[in-house]
Nanobody, 127 residues
Framework: QVQVAESGGGLVQAGGSLRLSCTTS????????MAWFRQAPGKEREFVAA????????DYADSVNGRFTISRENARNTANLQMNSLKFEDTAVYYC????????????????????WGQGTQVTVSS
């Protein structure tokens, strides 16, 4: 069973930055596409960003494009989400998700496409 754990959440003022990390116990980390989703209070979980297993392709939701950057360090079984210029509406629980892929360039935005999930980390942006 693959275990996924997020870290790095916290409280930050609007305009500030946070860096989230996602680590996994999987021994084949380099075969996972990794993604971040988030769920704000009273709202459905939504896609934030994804990075292909080879690290060459990324995808971002329009709401975070230009402010957030997703990256990965395969040697450390870690994916990161650098969040800059945070806004109040970025407040949410952020989840890391993984999918085993055969195509190293694959990316997906649907929750159903990912089979492994972390427990989430809270990000709170004060206005």
């Amino acid at each position: 069973q693959v275990q996924v754990a997020e870290s790095g959440g916290g409280l930050v003022q609007a305009g500030g930055s946070l860096r989230l990390s996602c680590t996994t116990s999987g021994r084949t980390f380099s075969t996972y596409t990794m993604a971040w989703f988030r769920q704000a209070p009273g709202k459905e979980r939504e896609f934030v960003a994804a990075i292909s297993s080879d690290g060459r392709n990324t995808d971002y939701a329009d709401s975070v494009n230009g402010r957030f950057t997703i990256s990965r360090e395969n040697a450390r079984n870690t994916a990161n989400l650098q969040m800059n210029s945070l806004k109040f509406e970025d407040t949410a629980v952020y989840y890391c998700a993984l999918r085993t892929v055969l195509a190293s360039s694959w990316l997906g935005r649907r929750q159903s496409q990912y089979g492994f999930w972390g427990q989430g980390t809270q990000v709170t942006v004060s206005s």
